[in-house]
Nanobody, 115 residues
């Protein structure tokens, strides 16, 4: 059974930092491309960052220079380091693992940026 479990969300003040984790089980983690998506209330889910199986990375323009995605294949875990957080970053953050037709999602973790 494939599981993706996100953690690390919470309430943070503007300008603060959080590190999200996505722990995977039930897949050969190292061959999957892993992405972070987010969905704010009333908005569509959007891609935040992706790290390929070869550790190439790409980011949404809105988070470039503030967020960093990384992976630890030995721990079957992907991280999203989020710095200089803004209220507009408030959303549920989801982890996604994709390989050809295989497409798995976690349950999401809430990030709220507010003073």
């Amino acid at each position: 059974q494939v599981q993706l479990v996100e953690s690390g969300g919470g309430l943070v003040q503007p300008g603060g930092s959080l590190r999200l984790s996505c722990a995977a089980s039930g897949i050969i983690f190292s061959i999957y491309d892993i992405s972070w998506y987010r969905q704010a209330p009333g908005k569509q889910r959007e891609l935040v960052a992706i790290i390929t199986k070869g550790s190439g990375t790409n980011y949404a323009d809105t988070v470039k220079g503030r967020f960093t995605i990384s992976r630890d294949n030995a721990q079957n875990t992907v991280y999203l380091q989020m710095n200089i957080l803004e209220p507009e970053d408030t959303a549920i953050y989801y982890c996604n693992a994709k390989l050809l037709r295989a497409d798995y999602w976690g349950q999401g973790t809430q990030v709220t940026v507010s003073s």
